[in-house]
């Protein structure tokens, strides 16, 4: 059986290029990786897309919605910045002979349009004294000292990256601060785009929801 997975391609100042990366090779599994959660499995509804899709995950952690959107045959791109989450989900989507396209950059820094967009940037708000010393750790969680600063710079770069008619879906948490939130969605809805709460979690001290994103009519 072919397998095509593609090389992890990292992002420079001069646009996504390719790197050396076999999916032969055994990954390096001695960096951390964010695990799958309750809030990971919020999104996995929302990587149910038709074959052919445009789909992309941003900060993919463990890639469980960009694999199983390519296992509904679309054609995904995952991002990370942390390398080990990207030869995990490159080995696994080898071994299930599945195409995904990850791409280590800053969010979807130089890359295209998609149909669909799925994220759970980090939101646990943190002071600087506060952070993880482990830096891979560290982003996945640290959110900013309100919670909300990788979510506001992903909702700023939304538009430059969703086709017409294309959806994104953010995980979003009640630990990040109310007003921050508020103004990301009024930023998001003064531009002409529209936003839902389309599914929600409620655990212990938290409440978690996914918010769509829809970019303004063109």
């Not at 809030?39 to 890639?63: C, K, Y």
């Not at 770069?157 to 990301?184: K, M, N, T, W």
């Not at 009024?186 to 769509?212: F, K, N, P």
């Amino acid at each position: 059986m072919l397998v095509r997975v593609q090389k992890i391609r990292r992002h420079r100042d001069d646009g996504p290029t390719a790197v050396p990366a076999d999916p032969e090779d055994p990954p390096p599994f001695e960096g951390p990786v964010y695990p799958p959660r309750e809030d990971t499995f919020l999104l996995l509804p929302f990587a149910r897309v038709a074959p052919g899709t445009r789909f992309l995950e941003v900060g993919a952690g463990s890639g469980l919605a960009a694999l199983a959107a390519a296992r509904a045959g679309a054609r995904v791109v995952a991002t990370d910045l942390n390398p080990f989450a990207l030869r995990r989900l490159q080995h696994r989507a080898a071994a299930e002979g599945l195409s995904v396209d990850p791409v280590r950059t800053d969010l979807a820094r130089g890359l295209g349009r998609f149909d669909r967009i799925v994220a759970n940037p980090p939101y646990l708000p943190t002071r600087p004294g506060e952070r993880d010393p482990d830096r891979w750790q560290n982003l996945a969680l640290d959110g900013g000292p309100d919670g909300c600063r990788v979510f506001a710079r992903l909702a700023d770069e939304l538009g430059e990256h969703l086709g017409p008619g294309g959806s994104a879906f953010v995980v979003v948490s009640s630990l990040q601060q109310a007003d921050a939130l508020s103004r990301i969605r009024a930023g998001w809805e003064s531009r002409g785009g529209g936003v839902a709460v389309v599914d929600a979690r409620v655990l212990e001290g938290e409440r978690l929801e996914v918010w769509q994103f829809r970019p303004a009519p063109r």
